[in-house]
């Protein structure tokens, strides 16, 4: 009779290809065994009983700004909240941490930093700015998983915007290398002449600043990314798309076989123009957050597989960072890695009937193909690692300040009614958050890609 670590019983388990009743035998921290009424014995046994078992959420883009700012976040609070929220693995990107991780010291010091404090398994982004094409070499030795570029303002000084060479030069190095570039795709250009209009007219409220950064902003450098990526070769991945006709883009591109991707946010799924005006700095976002129109019309291409993935675009701040008459320098990025599977399971499936095995696919499955990391992560599968969340798709809640592990407990969905909880996470076969609480020591450990997929 086989023995396996941990057998779950009895739970619903959640695939790309199905939602059926299964046990899963774990050993060594992967998966050994999918079964109904699986035979063998375990040195323990959960019994999920009427609870839905996913992949652990991969969260392809969160700043969690360790070292240099940890004061706005850390790999403590930021990866507690991650499992909080049923995410087992994370890809930090190269800023807000100071140093920022576009040298091969800078990502030596990021990752000893995670292994130190992560609770969950982490990826580390590294950066393409002005002047570091020449390291990009030693950063995928270490393990990257791409090269993020900022087309518009960062807002972080040691974090310089790419001029349009460097973003060609880097996309042919990422190219010769087998590597990946993403990118914050606002054109600088639209973007800074229309803040720098309003700000001198006086005009510096939430309105103004969200017309500043209008949709064609994000559409012409989508374009032109997509231009340079045709041309030199280069993987491209475009983060945080806002509006649907920057989706349809990627796809026309994918279309005729250039190597491209995207992913939205929670926030534009569901918030509104007029939620940034009701709730002010902790909404403020770049790209920010659009119409209705444009929010149904990304659930849309969800539902039909246009849109591939979900990611939270964590970028925390101490609460002060969001305050102020001036809404243009209020510091721009929302707080959410804990809520999204919630968000996507209660607005997704709950509302919109989005399919279970459609948000296993954009927010686990995908995620690990793109990124190289399959099968290992992303999947419930025999030989995966043992990550998953069990969620209760029937604990109605209410979001609270006190339920958050963040450093600064401020979110956009505090007070919204959550119809899915999050009720176990477990990474590689060890529970890390338990019915509320965190109940395991930093365990995550530094996962590098293996591939890259279309």
């Known amino acids: 009779m086989t023995l396996?670590?941990?057998?779950?019983?009895?739970?619903?388990?959640?695939?790309?290809?199905?939602?059926?009743?299964?046990?899963?035998?774990?050993?060594?921290?992967?998966?050994?065994?999918?079964?109904?009424?699986?035979?063998?014995?375990?040195?323990?046994?959960?019994?999920?009983?009427?609870?839905?078992i996913f992949p652990g959420v991969i969260d392809a883009h969160v700043h969690f700004n360790e070292p240099g700012r940890t004061d706005w976040e850390g790999f403590e609070t930021g990866t507690r909240a991650l499992a909080a929220g049923g995410s087992t693995f994370y890809f930090d990107m190269p800023l807000n941490s100071h140093p920022p991780t576009t040298t091969a010291s800078a990502f030596d010091l990021k990752c000893k930093a995670a292994q130190a404090r992560s609770l969950v398994d982490f990826a580390l982004w590294g950066g393409l700015v002005p002047g570091n094409i020449e390291h990009m070499e030693e950063l995928v030795g270490r393990g990257v998983v791409g090269f993020k570029a900022f087309m518009s303002n960062s807002g972080i000084e040691d974090f310089e915007a790419v001029d349009d060479m460097t973003l060609y030069k880097g996309m042919e190095e990422a190219a010769r290398l087998g590597s990946l570039v993403a990118v914050h795709a606002e054109s600088e250009a639209i973007t800074s002449a229309l803040a720098k209009q309003a700000i001198n007219e006086g005009r510096t409220g939430v309105r103004d600043y969200l017309l500043s950064r209008p949709v064609v902003a994000e559409l012409e450098a989508i374009s032109r990314a997509i231009l340079f990526a045709e041309d030199t070769g280069c993987r491209l991945h475009i983060v945080h798309v806002s509006t649907s006709r920057g989706v349809a883009m990627v796809a026309d591109a994918k279309a005729r076989s250039v190597d491209v991707s995207c992913e939205t946010c929670p926030h534009y799924l569901v918030l509104t123009e007029d939620d940034v005006e009701r709730l002010g700095g902790v909404a403020k976002c770049a790209p920010p957050v659009r119409s209705f129109d444009e929010q149904d019309a990304l659930?849309?291409?969800?539902?039909?597989?246009?849109?591939?993935?979900?990611?939270?675009?964590?970028?925390?701040?101490?609460?002060?960072?969001?305050?102020?008459?001036?809404?243009?320098?209020?510091?721009?990025?929302?707080?959410?890695?804990?809520?999204?599977?919630?968000?996507?399971?209660?607005?997704?499936?709950?509302?919109?009937?989005?399919?279970?095995?459609?948000?296993?696919?954009?927010?686990?499955?995908?995620?690990?193909?793109?990124?190289?990391?399959?099968?290992?992560?992303?999947?419930?599968?025999?030989?995966?690692?043992?990550?998953?969340?069990?969620?209760d798709l029937r604990a109605e809640h209410k979001l609270v300040a006190e339920d958050l592990f963040y450093r600064h407990r401020h979110s956009p969905y505090l007070e919204r009614n959550l119809k899915a909880k999050i009720v176990r996470t477990l990474v590689r076969g060890i529970t890390v958050f338990l019915e509320g609480k965190i109940v395991s020591e930093p365990i995550g450990k530094l996962v590098t890609p293996s591939r890259v997929s279309s």
Request: hydrophobic share 40%; aromatic share 8%; net charge negative.
């Open 4 to 52: 396996y670590d941990l057998i779950l019983r009895r739970g619903t388990v959640v695939t790309s290809n199905a939602v059926k009743p299964s046990d899963i035998g774990i050993g060594d921290g992967r998966i050994a065994a999918i079964e109904t009424d699986l035979a063998g014995s375990s040195r323990k046994e959960i019994d999920a009983t009427g609870l839905h």
């Open 299 to 391: 659930w849309r291409q969800l539902f039909d597989g246009t849109l591939p993935m979900v990611a939270s675009d964590h970028s925390p701040s101490p609460g002060e960072m969001k305050a102020g008459a001036d809404f243009f320098r209020v510091w721009g990025g929302i707080s959410g890695c804990q809520s999204m599977l919630s968000i996507l399971l209660t607005d997704g499936y709950s509302e919109r009937k989005l399919p279970l095995s459609t948000v296993t696919r954009i927010t686990a499955e995908y995620v690990a193909e793109r990124f190289g990391f399959a099968p290992r992560k992303g999947r419930i599968e025999i030989g995966a690692d043992a990550d998953m969340a069990l969620v």
